[in-house]
């Protein structure tokens, strides 16, 4: 083992030395042939010379010219507690904190060095901080013991200035400095809960003042966004769950959106199982490509450290590898490729998760790595070296040098901000702009294309506090026997232009997503995933599944010299989709003599409505989970399976293939022909995807109550959910 630790510690100093300005390794390289020859010769204990070997490696390691810092930012804290506490949304919820947490600086990089708590005066609990771009002055969340959430802190590196920035019932988490001196956050002053979790509060980006006013909702979905990072370009990237008619599991990917909260884009991700959340992203310097943690659906506690290449694409595998082989992906298993950074890797001793990497270079990085049950923190390197710095009371995490560093571009302000409180005005409305909506999708036919349709998932900001246990249900309130899906609105049409073009008008802050139409209103192909813009956002795109390989197409953006369209809304106005409104009216209509009552149909398809599975009347389960719809079964996948998360082929789902819809259009089957309103109800039904409920529906649901619910930070409700403006 000492003839192996040689090895690598020359090795260390070879890649070094290779460096710009590298250090003198002749006193240690001289050392290691003594210890060599002590080893062979047999003149000392094996034990003595391996760790003499060990020290010589470590002053190796840190004459590294890459470690120009004798301190570094880091918390030590406790694991969460409470039911499912590893869970990826429920661990940053204030109400599973523990205290006995410390935000931390040490002054010399070894177990010894000099230790300076910055914060708590009380007991509480912290995540991850952020250091100013002077290195002056560290931003905190925190929770005290005696309250119930996270807020904002900032304090000098020193210990002095304390100032609360953030107030009140929400957590507020995982700050950083924007270059302009705003701050970026994730918070639940959504007020939403997860979909599939409604027991759990969600957390999404916002931007304040840098004393903590003017707090802006900047992103525009439902479930959790976490860690936001400045990239060395200028752009935010963080990491967001979604899952837009797709599976629930898999989807937490890498995203970018600029600091004022426009542009936001997929950066890695938003169709790969591996790995299982990709969290914690910092920028390598100098680099295009971004170190991260692979954590698990389930728990956020297990990790495997990797890079991202996007200039090599933006799925797996492309553009992956992975630092720490000798730890797999969590929970969602080995890959089929699994590429690793280094052939060199090694490890000595046995490590069972890593977590909130640092980079320093394309090589060198601090970590976290947990054995025997604790997160230490090391300075380490993707062939596998590392060295102790410190090991606190409980875990390790979020380190992060004391040192000046550069700051990003501040890029240009392009939101009119619609002021907040009494101030606040109505959002201007965003703009979209797309030159070809046939771009990215060979199978279907121009001119097929007649209309544009936008959906909006409306937030889940009501919630029963417990699930409608089943297998695809998960919800409380629950809204669909398919999936745990949102509540939708169809704000409306625009008309697609006989060359594909289309530019029209949406209202800011809202998570929408498209779907192509043909000239009955049918969906021919649908967006699986949701978007969004700020109050005065424009933005184009490109088909309906722009890659970062594909460059835009080559045509003048004559429309955009004209006014924007302004949506259609549907004949029904913006009310939700709800199968009660949209679906048995019409089939109570036009189906009953032969499908109710005596019909002669009756036994072949009872169309009554009536009791039928939990809380879903008949026949709206019949024909959902029959096929007769039309739906996406979007759960009807195994949770590795990437299928379930591609971009389905156009023409194959929802009311083109619906045989619901297939009969409506039969005015022979129907012995007349149906009214247009009712068809276009029908096939907006199948459309969105069989919901059942909609908003009124879960405004009659009473507000839940049970014992403890007075502990809660946020009051759970259902019939007074309120509705949070955004941004």
Same mark, same amino acid.
């Given at each position: 083992?000492?003839?192996?630790?040689?090895?690598?510690?020359?090795?260390?100093? /070879?890649?070094?030395?290779?460096?710009?300005?590298?250090?003198?390794?002749?006193?240690?390289?001289?050392?290691?042939?003594?210890?060599?020859?002590?080893?062979?010769?047999?003149?000392?204990?094996?034990?003595?010379?391996?760790?003499?070997?060990?020290?010589? =490696?470590?002053?190796?390691?840190?004459?590294?010219?890459?470690?120009?810092?004798?301190?570094?930012?880091?918390?030590?804290?406790?694991?969460?507690?409470?039911?499912?506490?590893?869970?990826?949304?429920?661990?940053?919820?204030?109400?599973?904190?523990?205290?006995?947490?410390?935000?931390? @600086?040490?002054?010399? &990089?070894?177990? /010894?060095?000099?230790?300076? =708590? &910055?914060?708590?005066?009380?007991?509480?609990?912290?995540?991850?901080?952020?250091?100013?771009?002077?290195?002056?002055?560290?931003?905190?969340?925190? =929770?005290?013991?005696?309250?119930?959430?996270?807020?904002?802190?900032?304090?000098?590196?020193?210990?002095?200035?304390?100032?609360?920035?953030?107030?009140?019932?929400?957590?507020?988490?995982?700050?950083?400095?924007?270059?302009?001196?705003?701050?970026? %956050?994730?918070?639940?002053?959504?007020? !939403?809960?997860?979909?599939?979790?409604?027991?759990?509060?969600?957390?999404?980006?916002?931007?304040?003042?840098?004393?903590?006013?003017?707090?802006?909702?900047? /992103?525009?979905?439902?479930?959790?966004?976490?860690?936001?990072?400045?990239?060395?370009?200028?752009?935010?990237?963080?990491?967001?769950?979604?899952?837009?008619?797709?599976?629930?599991?898999?989807?937490?990917?890498?995203?970018?959106?600029?600091?004022?909260?426009?542009?936001?884009?997929?950066?890695?991700?938003?169709?790969?199982?591996?790995?299982?959340?990709?969290?914690?992203?910092?920028?390598?310097?100098?680099?295009?490509?971004?170190?991260?943690?692979?954590?698990?659906?389930?728990?956020?506690?297990?990790?495997?450290?990797?890079?991202?290449?996007?200039?090599?694409? %933006?799925?797996?595998?492309?553009?992956?590898?992975?630092?720490?082989?000798?730890?797999?992906?969590?929970?969602?298993?080995?890959?089929?490729?699994?590429?690793?950074?280094?052939?060199?890797?090694? !490890?000595?001793?046995?490590?069972?998760?890593?977590?909130?990497?640092?980079?320093?270079?394309?090589?060198?990085?601090?970590?976290?790595?947990?054995?025997?049950?604790?997160?230490?923190?090391?300075?380490?390197?993707?062939?596998?070296?590392?060295?102790?710095?410190?090991?606190?009371?409980?875990?390790?995490?979020?380190?992060?040098?004391?040192?000046?560093?550069?700051?990003?571009?501040?890029? /240009?302000?392009?939101?009119?901000?619609?002021?907040?409180?009494?101030?606040?005005?109505?959002?201007?409305?965003?703009?979209?702009?797309?030159?070809?909506?046939?771009?990215?999708?060979?199978?279907?036919?121009?001119?097929?294309?007649?209309?544009?349709?936008?959906?909006?998932?409306?937030?889940?900001?009501?919630? !029963?506090?417990?699930?409608?246990?089943?297998?695809?249900?998960?919800?409380?309130?629950?809204?669909?026997?398919?999936?745990?899906?949102? @509540? =939708?609105?169809?704000?409306?049409?625009?008309? @697609?232009?006989?060359?594909?073009?289309?530019?029209?008008?949406?209202?800011?802050?809202?998570?929408?997503?498209?779907?192509?139409?043909?000239?009955?209103?049918?969906?021919?192909?649908?967006?699986?995933?949701?978007?969004?813009?700020?109050?005065?956002?424009?933005?184009?795109? @490109?088909?309906?599944?722009?890659?970062?390989?594909?460059?835009?197409?080559?045509?003048?953006?004559?429309?955009?010299?004209?006014?924007?369209?302004?949506?259609?809304?549907?004949?029904?106005?913006?009310?939700?989709?709800?199968? !009660?409104?949209?679906?048995?009216?019409?089939?109570?209509?036009?189906?009953a003599e032969c499908h109710q009552g005596e019909g002669e149909a009756k036994e072949k398809i009872d169309l009554t409505f009536r009791p039928g599975t939990g809380v879903f009347n008949e026949p709206y389960a019949s024909l959902v989970m029959g096929g007769i719809a039309g739906a996406m079964l979007v759960e009807d996948f195994d949770q590795r399976d990437p299928e379930s998360y591609k971009t389905f082929r156009p023409l194959q789902h929802l009311s083109y293939t619906s045989q619901l819809i297939d009969v409506a259009m039969d005015e022979e089957h129907l012995g007349r022909k149906m009214d247009p309103v009712d068809l276009r109800r029908l096939i907006a039904w199948?459309?969105?995807?069989?919901?059942?409920?909609?908003?009124?529906?879960?405004?009659?649901?009473?507000?839940?109550?049970?014992?403890?619910?007075?502990?809660?930070?946020?009051?759970?409700?259902?019939?007074?959910?309120?509705?949070?403006?955004?941004?």
């Amino acid at each position: 083992r000492a003839l192996q630790e040689m090895g690598w510690a020359r090795d260390l100093a /070879s890649r070094i030395g290779k460096m710009s300005q590298p250090p003198d390794f002749s006193d240690e390289l001289d050392q290691l042939e003594r210890l060599q020859s002590q080893l062979t010769s047999g003149q000392n204990d094996s034990k003595d010379i391996y760790l003499a070997v060990r020290g010589v =490696k470590r002053k190796i390691a840190f004459k590294n010219p890459l470690i120009d810092f004798d301190e570094i930012l880091f918390i030590d804290n406790p694991y969460p507690e409470g039911a499912e506490w590893p869970h990826e949304a429920r661990h940053r919820n204030g109400m599973m904190a523990v205290p006995g947490g410390r935000l931390l @600086v040490l002054k010399g &990089l070894h177990p /010894s060095g000099e230790l300076r =708590k &910055l914060m708590p005066e009380k007991p509480g609990s912290f995540w991850r901080p952020d250091l100013s771009f002077d290195a002056t002055r560290v931003l905190a969340s925190f =929770k005290p013991h005696d309250e119930k959430s996270f807020h904002l802190y900032e304090i000098n590196i020193d210990g002095t200035g304390l100032k609360q920035l953030t107030f009140g019932d929400y957590d507020d988490l995982d700050p950083i400095y924007l270059p302009d001196g705003h701050i970026m %956050f994730s918070t639940s002053r959504c007020n !939403t809960y997860i979909r599939c979790m409604p027991y759990t509060y969600a957390y999404v980006l916002a931007r304040c003042d840098p004393d903590g006013d003017n707090i802006y909702l900047v /992103s525009h979905g439902n479930e959790p966004d976490w860690l936001p990072t400045l990239l060395n370009d200028g752009r935010v990237i963080y990491t967001r769950w979604e899952y837009t008619d797709k599976a629930l599991w898999r989807i937490q990917s890498l995203w970018t959106v600029n600091q004022d909260g426009t542009n936001t884009s997929v950066f890695w991700g938003n169709q790969s199982v591996w790995p299982d959340m990709l969290v914690e992203p910092r920028p390598i310097p100098n680099s295009n490509r971004v170190m991260f943690t692979g954590a698990a659906h389930h728990n956020w506690f297990d990790g495997s450290i990797g890079i991202l290449d996007p200039n090599k694409g %933006f799925n797996f595998p492309e553009g992956l590898t992975k630092i720490t082989a000798d730890v797999p992906w969590p929970e969602c298993g080995e890959p089929p490729l699994d590429p690793i950074e280094s052939p060199s890797y090694h !490890t000595a001793g046995a490590y069972d998760a890593y977590k909130s990497p640092f980079p320093l270079g394309e090589e060198d990085f601090l970590v976290s790595a947990r054995r025997d049950g604790k997160y230490r923190l090391y300075l380490m390197d993707v062939h596998g070296n590392r060295e102790l710095i410190y090991q606190g009371a409980h875990h390790i995490w979020h380190a992060m040098p004391v040192r000046p560093r550069q700051k990003p571009l501040t890029q /240009s302000d392009q939101v009119a901000w619609p002021g907040t409180g009494s101030d606040r005005r109505t959002p201007e409305p965003g703009i979209f702009f797309s030159p070809n909506v046939y771009e990215g999708v060979p199978d279907l036919p121009q001119g097929m294309v007649k209309h544009l349709r936008v959906i909006q998932m409306d937030s889940k900001t009501a919630t !029963t506090w417990t699930r409608d246990i089943s297998p695809n249900w998960y919800s409380g309130p629950v809204v669909s026997i398919l999936q745990a899906d949102g @509540v =939708k609105r169809i704000l409306g049409t625009v008309q @697609v232009q006989p060359d594909g073009s289309v530019y029209f008008e949406v209202p800011a802050g809202k998570a929408l997503h498209f779907q192509l139409l043909d000239e009955h209103y049918r969906a021919l192909q649908t967006m699986r995933s949701f978007s969004g813009l700020m109050p005065g956002e424009r933005r184009s795109c @490109v088909g309906c599944h722009e890659s970062h390989s594909r460059a835009p197409i080559n045509r003048p953006y004559t429309m955009t010299q004209q006014t924007p369209a302004e949506l259609t809304p549907p004949p029904w106005g913006t009310e939700t989709i709800s199968y !009660t409104k949209f679906v048995q009216p019409v089939l109570d209509r036009y189906c009953a003599e032969c499908h109710q009552g005596e019909g002669e149909a009756k036994e072949k398809i009872d169309l009554t409505f009536r009791p039928g599975t939990g809380v879903f009347n008949e026949p709206y389960a019949s024909l959902v989970m029959g096929g007769i719809a039309g739906a996406m079964l979007v759960e009807d996948f195994d949770q590795r399976d990437p299928e379930s998360y591609k971009t389905f082929r156009p023409l194959q789902h929802l009311s083109y293939t619906s045989q619901l819809i297939d009969v409506a259009m039969d005015e022979e089957h129907l012995g007349r022909k149906m009214d247009p309103v009712d068809l276009r109800r029908l096939i907006a039904w199948v459309d969105s995807n069989c919901v059942y409920r909609g908003e009124e529906d879960l405004r009659s649901i009473p507000d839940p109550d049970f014992a403890g619910i007075e502990e809660l930070p946020i009051r759970p409700l259902c019939m007074n959910a309120p509705i949070i403006e955004r941004p």
